[in-house]
């Protein structure tokens, strides 16, 4: 089972330069999330879609953009990267009511911005 | 917004049972406690969930008193490979006391095994 697939799994962008980061997953989730984790730290929220056609904003959603493309697709958009957004990007998954927190994660993208 | 408090390390060897205490003073009533592992260059990974008393799987027991104000998580025998960081959450609060659809982690304990 592949779960939650992230793509590209490393990038090395250029200040300014735009980009987006691909999740996929294949257990039919309703919900699914964009959190970052820079070293050292927990990880921080920045969207998510509780269902298809929904977005919501997290902790840190300042310089990003999300679309729910389809129920399995989730993406990230970097518009004019900025070092500061040098970190892992992980993508989650889960199913069920806001009370069930059995989330799948996947293997992160870390993406340095010089 | 629910939060959660934890100890930002700990130490241990091998072969030791490995108990990590996360204080949810302000848990909802609703509000399940979940616990994640996550390796170096990983993805955190779903250990053990719980609402109540106590609840065991093949990798972990979780402990919580009656009144859900705190959780243990409960490690028997650790070995070199328990070595992670291991976070504790529980649901996130909306403006208005409802529950929102989204995790918010913290920064977890770093547990250290050593041989």
């Known amino acids: 089972n592949a779960g939650v697939t992230q793509t590209p799994k490393f990038q090395v962008l250029k200040t300014g330069q735009s980009m987006t980061l691909q999740c996929a997953q294949d257990?039919?989730?309703?919900?699914m999330y964009w959190y970052r984790q820079d070293p050292g730290m927990g990880l921080r929220l920045i969207y998510y879609?509780?269902?298809?056609?929904?977005?919501d904003k997290g902790e840190v959603p300042n310089g990003y953009n999300v679309s729910r493309l389809n129920k399995r697709e989730f993406s990230l958009r970097l518009e004019s990267a900025a070092p500061s957004q040098t970190s892992v990007y992980f993508c989650a998954s889960k199913q069920g009511t806001p009370y069930n927190y059995g989330y799948t994660f996947g293997s992160g993208t870390r993406l340095t911005v010089v | 917004l629910a939060k959660t408090t934890q100890p930002i390390s700990m130490d241990s060897y091998e072969g030791q049972e490995v108990n990590i205490t996360c204080s949810h003073n302000?848990?909802?009533?609703?509000?399940?406690i979940t616990w994640y592992q996550q390796f170096p260059s990983q993805g955190p990974r779903f250990i053990i969930q719980g609402y109540k008393t106590k609840v065991t799987n093949e990798v972990a027991s979780l402990f919580i008193p009656a009144d859900r104000k705190s959780s243990t998580l409960s490690l028997p025998r650790v070995s070199l490979s328990d070595t992670a960081v291991y976070y504790c959450?529980?649901?996130?609060?909306?403006?208005?006391?409802?529950?929102?659809?989204?995790?918010?982690f913290g920064t977890g304990t770093l547990l250290a095994v050593q041989p």
């Open positions: 302000n848990i909802a009533t609703n509000d399940y």
């Open positions: 879609s509780a269902s298809e056609g929904t977005t």
């Open positions: 959450l529980v649901g996130d609060r909306g403006e208005y006391g409802g529950a929102t659809n989204k995790l918010i």
């Open positions: 257990m039919n989730h309703n919900s």
